[in-house]
Structures are given as C-alpha cells and as structure tokens.
C-alpha cells in the first residue's frame, strides 16, 4: 500500500516537473520583464509629457493679430450668405406659403438641396477663411459682385416675360426685417447673425488646434486681440440682443412682483443647467488630463461658470429695459477703473500696510500675491497662482464685471434696435397712407374745380374761353383721379394678407396677382425706409468702433483674460457690424428666404450645439493628441468632416422649428 503510494506520489512529481520547470525559469524572468516594462511605461510618460509641452507651447505666447484681420476674416460668413441669396434670385428660388422654398413653378425643393447650399455657401467659406484669409476673403467678395450682376441680369430678363401660371401657390410676403408692425416679432436677421456666429466659433474651437490655422488668430496671452478672443463675449452679446429684457418683460424678474421663494426657483432652473455643464467640464478636464490653457479662465474655472454667473448677476440687477444701456456703460467704467487704478489698489489694501509688505517681499511678475502688483489688472493678468480659490481663478472671477456690463450693453442695443425698426415702419405706412390721402383729395379738388367750371361754362353758353377752362379742368381731374386709383390699388395689393394653416399657425402672405410676391412692394413703399434704418445701425456701430480704439490705446489694450472695457466695446462694435453687413445683404435681395434654413435649425438651439461642439473638439483632441502636427491637407479634411457633423446635429434637433420658423409671425422666435 505504501509502495502504491509513493508510485502515485512521484508519479505526480514527475508529472508536474515540466510546468514547475517552467514556473521556475518564468520567475527568474519576471524582474527583466517587469524592468522592460517600466521602462516602457516612462518612455511613454517621457514622450506624452514632451508631446504635452510642444502642444503648451504651440498654443502659448500668442501676441495677437490686427483689427482689420479679424473683421476681415468674419466678413467671409456675410459675403457667403449673400452669394447664397443671390442664388437663389438667380434660380428664381421663391418662399411660399409656410415658409416653404420652392422653384420658379411653384414645386417645393428638396430639403437636403436646400440645407446642403446653405452649408456650402454659410458655412464652407467660414472655415476656408480662417486658413488662408488673405486669399479667400478676397475671392468671396469678387465672386459676390459677379453674383449680384448676374442676379440683376437674371430678374430684369425674367420680368420681360410673363410667368410660369401657378393659380394654387401663393408667395410669402416679403419679410427681410420680419413683421416690423408688432414688437417682440420674429426677425431673420437677428436668426441669421446668432447661427453664424455659433457655427464660426463651433469651427474655430478645432480648427485652432492644427498648424494651418494661424497663430495669430490664435487666442492672445494677456493684451492684443485675435479671432479666437471673439467667442466667450460674442456669445454674451448675442443672447443679450434676444434677451426676455428686450421686449419690455423686465417686469418678470427678481426684483418683481413675484414671491422671493418662485423668483428664486425659477432662477435656480435658469442656471442649473450650466452650474451642471461647468462642474461636468471641470471634472472632465481634471480626470482625462486634458490640456486647457490656464490663462483662458483659471485651473477650475470655465466658461459655463462665466455664463451661469452672469445669468445670476443679470437676473437679480433691477434694471429697466430703457435705461440698460447706460447702466452697462457705468458697470464698465467702474470695471475698467478697478482693473486700472492704483489709487483703488492702494486704498483697498491700505497705504501703509501695502508699503511695508511690497517692501519685504518685492514688486514683480514673479509673486503670486496680489498686494505685489500695481494694479489688479496686472495680478490678474500675472502667471503665477496663489492656493486660494480666487488666486486659482483670478481670470474667470475678475472678468464678470466687464461680461455684466457687455451683457447690459447687448440688452439697450437689443431694446434700440427693436423699436427703432418698429417705429421706422410705422412712420413710413404713415407715410405712404398719407401720400394716398394727399392724392385722393387732390383728385377730389380737381374734380370739384372741373365741375364748377362746367358750370360756369353752362352759364355763358356764348364764352368759348370758358369752355376750354372746362374741357382743360376736366382732364385734369380725370388724370388725377386715374392717379388716385392706380395708387390706390397698388396700396391695396401691398397689403398683406394672414393665412393660417391646420395647426393655426399664421403665415404672412401676398395679395399680389397670381399670388407671386414683388419684393419691391411693401405696406411702407418699398425698403427706403429700412436702408434709412441701417444708417443708424452704422452710426451706432461706427460710434462703438471709435470708443474701442480710443479705449484700446489711451486707456489699456484689449484684453480677453480681464474683459476690459476695450475688449467689450470692441466686441459691440465688431458684433454691430456684422449685423449692420447681414441685414444689408438681406434688404438687397428682399425677396429671398429671410434667414437660411439652417440658421433656422441652429438658432432654435444655441446652446446644445455649442456644448455638442465642444464635447466633439474635446474627443477629437483626446483620440489626436498631436493634431497640430498634421498637414494642412488633414487639417482641411477634418474641419470639413467636423463641421458636417455639427451642422447634422442642429438639423436633428431643430428639425420640428426648420419647417414652422417663418410660419409663426407673431411670436419672440430668438
């Protein structure tokens, strides 16, 4: 029995000799193993750090472009949109009932023929032209004065014939400004400025990072301007123009006559969503290691955080909508004068004790304390970070006193510009009916005088001088009358007519015969009156232009990092000519659809997009880490690819608002 054992038992052993042979030498192999692999592992550490530090480098140190650079290379998204328009002349593209795009019979046009137009003529240019502006931009502008004359040639043959019968399709009415009679209406223009401006920062956050965009354009240090610098305060401006202040409802706000506990909830729903946006994005940052520049906002903060600070700070100022102008013009003063002041520095810290500190530790860029610089814009705009909070943040924290004024600006401009152009309308029906009124009782004296002098004739039967004077009377009144009823239908047929559909959605529709709109007649005589208008919109952009550029050199130079009062005026006076440029080139083709279907899609969901863009940079970043290696033909590739994406998904979540945006007339549409 013990035998059968110990055969068992070395049996076993000889059976499990191999593998512990093999266990063996695998043990003394593991610390090579182990060594190779660490080493690995620090090569690889070696190379993402030295990687990281070329890409901190590529993006760092950026002094900054012109003024007229920057305006140049937007102007790419204005020109883009009017060769869009001048196409669509050209093609006798016309809006029908609905706000439906139709051709020249009346058929509707397929509505990926139409979005991909748009995006080939709205957005492709902008992102070409962040590339190579100085060849693009020129290009655009000779290719639109080439569509504009064609255009004309096109509408000025066309007329010449009689038109294609469409006895069941009936024209939108003309509406380049919107329903200009009804205050808080929607208006194409401020539809079309918002979505190019979202789609040219959505392009730009990933175009940046490759080395065929210019650094110059690039986001600047700590003074100068670049394209890059527009996003954050562009994005502020244009909600602000839209916001719920514009149309006279600052009754609704926190200070009102509401409870403090349902003004609070409501406020709390406004601002959830962005606190949850900022805290996910920092968290996310943090976790993936992702490389942000420290100097855009701070190590925690973000822009989202700006956006639900300012959201605060706006909705508990108790400000009337009249006087936010002037209000975001003293918050911007007082901003400028805290960044600037060394006396404020002096005071704030005390005299004394800023001395004896600056005395034992020193004055320079180097210290991360506060009491160590000048000023407090030359702390916030200082490298070095204390381990406070605040020191950590400087940027994100001391740069809302200039986002609540520019936020303020944007809110009196918005108001100005909304019953500016409601009054302007009105003067000018005022006007046209008056013009109607004059003709109809000058036709009335005529024929008043024309019969009197029949009469007269009838009395001196024998006066051959008093029937000329009769038959001369006579024909004038008939011609003034003829006057009279000419103008008189033609005012009849400028009116325009309220359809509704199945679901009671208004459409604004023409009178005209055979339903197809003349984009010339109007219930105010015509777009005199909006061109008078758009002087305005110059002269206040030209106003805003002039302050940046005394701000920028006799006060401080632009900053994004503080948003100082030159950065916020420049952004008004920039962002005012982009509109005054958007809305001339909608008043030159009156006729065309008010605002492309796919600024349409964008504009209804600013927001989502935005982030959708950024969660698509972000991924794009994190997979190629090394984008500002690849070539320019890369680079062009992916920014294209990338845009189609965005544009997809403001297609996907504003599919239901594309098809009713020019259906509803009376409603806030922004």
């Known amino acids: 029995m013990a035998g059968k054992h110990s055969r068992g038992f070395h049996g076993v052993c000889h059976a499990l000799a191999p593998g512990a042979l093999v266990l063996f030498c695998l043990c003394l192999s593991l610390p090579h193993v182990f060594a190779d692999a660490s080493n690995a592992i620090a090569d690889r550490d070696a190379q993402r750090a030295l990687q990281r530090a070329r890409k901190v480098a590529f993006h760092s140190g950026n002094t900054g472009t012109t003024f007229s650079e920057v305006s140049l290379v937007v102007l790419a998204g204005p020109v883009g949109m009017f060769i869009r328009r001048a196409v669509d002349v050209n093609k006798g593209v016309r809006v029908t009932f609905g706000g439906i795009v139709a051709n020249d019979r009346g058929k509707p046009l397929d509505a990926v023929h139409v979005v991909g137009k748009d995006f080939l003529w709205c ?41 294609y019968p469409t006895p069941h399709v009936t024209d939108s009415a003309p509406a380049p400004m919107g329903a200009v009679s009804r205050v808080g209406a929607s208006r194409p223009y401020l539809t079309t400025y918002r979505a190019s401006m979202t789609i040219a920062t959505s392009v730009a956050i990933l175009a940046v990072d490759f080395a065929a965009f210019p650094r110059r354009l690039g986001k600047t240090h700590a003074h100068g301007v670049g394209l890059m610098d527009l996003g954050a305060g562009s994005f502020l401006f244009a909600n602000a123009l839209v916001s719920r202040r514009r149309g006279g409802r600052a009754e609704k706000d926190f200070f009102a006559n509401q409870g403090a506990t349902r003004a609070a909830r409501r406020l709390a729903k406004r601002v959830a969503p962005l606190l949850a946006l900022a805290l996910a994005r920092a968290v996310s940052v943090t976790s993936t290691d ?30 009337p909508p009249g006087t936010s102008a002037a209000f975001g013009f003293a918050v911007l003063l007082a901003h400028q004068w805290a960044l600037s002041s060394k006396r404020m520095w002096s005071i704030l810290a005390g005299a004394s004790y800023l001395t004896e500190f600056r005395k034992e530790v020193g004055v320079g860029e180097g210290n991360a304390s506060p009491w160590a610089h000048e000023t407090l814009g030359h702390w916030v705009l200082a490298d070095p970070r204390g381990d406070s909070f ?90 003034a009358e003829a006057q009279a009823v000419t103008a008189t239908k033609r005012h009849r047929l400028r009116q325009a007519v309220e359809r509704f ?39 206040v952009c030209a106003f805003f232009w002039a302050a940046a550029l005394a701000c920028h050199v006799l006060v401080e130079p632009v900053s994004r990092r503080s948003a100082n009062g030159a950065y916020c005026l420049w952004i008004v006076g920039f ?39 950024n969660v698509l940079t972000g991924a794009v970043n994190f997979l190629y880490e090394n984008l500002f290696e690849k070539s320019n033909q890369v680079a062009y590739v992916a920014v294209t690819i990338y845009a189609l994406a965005v544009c997809a998904f403001a297609i996907a979540t504003g599919a239901d608002e594309l098809a009713m945006e020019n259906r509803r007339v009376g409603r806030k549409a922004e």
Request: hydrophobic share 50%; aromatic share 10%.
């Open 123 to 163: 957005v492709l240019p902008v992102g070409a032209a962040m590339f190579h502006p100085l060849h693009v931009v020129p290009a655009l502008v000779l290719l639109a004065i080439v569509s504009y004359a064609f255009a004309q040639h096109t509408v000025k043959t066309r007329s010449k014939r009689a038109p």
């Open 290 to 319: 992702y490389h942000v520049p420290v100097g855009e906002y701070g190590k925690r903060w973000n822009f989202f955080a700006t956006l639900a600070a300012v959201l605060v700070l706006v909705d508990v100022a108790p400000v």
């Open 390 to 479: 605040v020191s950590q943040n400087k940027e994100g924290i001391f740069s809302l006193p200039g986002y609540v004024g520019l936020f303020f600006l944007g809110v009196g401009i918005g108001v100005w510009m909304e019953t500016s152009l409601v009054n302007a309308g009105r003067d000018a029906r005022k006007a046209v009916n008056a013009e109607l009124e004059s003709l109809v009782q000058k036709a009335t004296r005529a024929r008043e005088m024309a019969l009197a002098a029949a009469q007269q004739a009838k009395e001196f039967p024998s006066g051959g001088e008093f029937r000329a004077r009769a038959s001369l009377k006579h024909k004038d009144a008939t011609a």
């Open 501 to 539: 559909d199945n679901e009671n959605l208004i459409s604004v529709v023409t009178s005209a015969p055979g339903g197809r709109a003349d984009p010339h007649e109007t219930a105010e005589g015509g777009w005199v009156w909006a061109w008078r208008w758009l002087a305005k919109l110059v002269g």
């Open 575 to 613: 962002n005012m000519q982009t509109l005054v440029l958007i809305v001339a080139g909608s008043l030159v083709f009156p006729g065309s659809l008010p605002s492309p279907k796919l600024c349409q899609a964008v504009n209804r969901n600013l927001l989502p997009i935005f982030l959708f863009a």
